[in-house]
């Protein structure tokens, strides 16, 4: 069974920045989707951004991040990352990692066709 691990969140001011670390132990990222999503008290889980290892397509960004957040993979060390710049109050939330199970499946921003999903690291952004 795989089990995300967040790591990295914490609290900053605003304009400052944060990486999230997501290790994924025993998965295999061929071909699959993986992901960064966040939810905010009393707001829906939505997605921050994607990234589909295999078809050389670019990663998905939600327009509130664009420009700002950056999502990468390790493979070597079987981790996800979201270097998050430029935070403002709106990115206040807790931010999940999240790794779909079955390969060629594409990538999507609704958050139950993700199969692992991590605890949550916190991201707190003080003005």
């Known amino acids: 069974q795989v089990q995300p691990v967040e790591s990295g969140g914490g609290s900053v001011q605003a304009g400052g920045s944060l990486r999230l670390s997501c290790a994924l132990s025993g998965y295999r990222f061929s071909n699959r989707c993986m992901g960064w999503f966040r939810q905010a008290p009393g707001k829906e889980r939505e997605a921050v951004a994607l990234?589909?290892?295999?078809?050389?397509?670019?990663?998905w960004y939600a327009d509130s991040v664009k420009g700002r957040f950056t999502i990468s993979q390790d493979d070597a060390k079987n981790t996800l990352y979201l270097q998050m710049n430029g935070l403002h109050s709106d990115d206040a939330a807790m931010y999940y990692c999240?790794?779909?199970?079955?390969?060629?499946?594409?990538?999507?921003?609704?958050?139950?066709?993700?199969?692992?999903w991590g605890q949550g690291t916190q991201v707190t952004v003080s003005s």
């Open positions: 990234i589909y290892d295999g078809g050389g397509g670019r990663p």
């Open positions: 999240a790794a779909d199970r079955d390969a060629y499946a594409g990538c999507t921003v609704v958050a139950r066709a993700f199969d692992y």
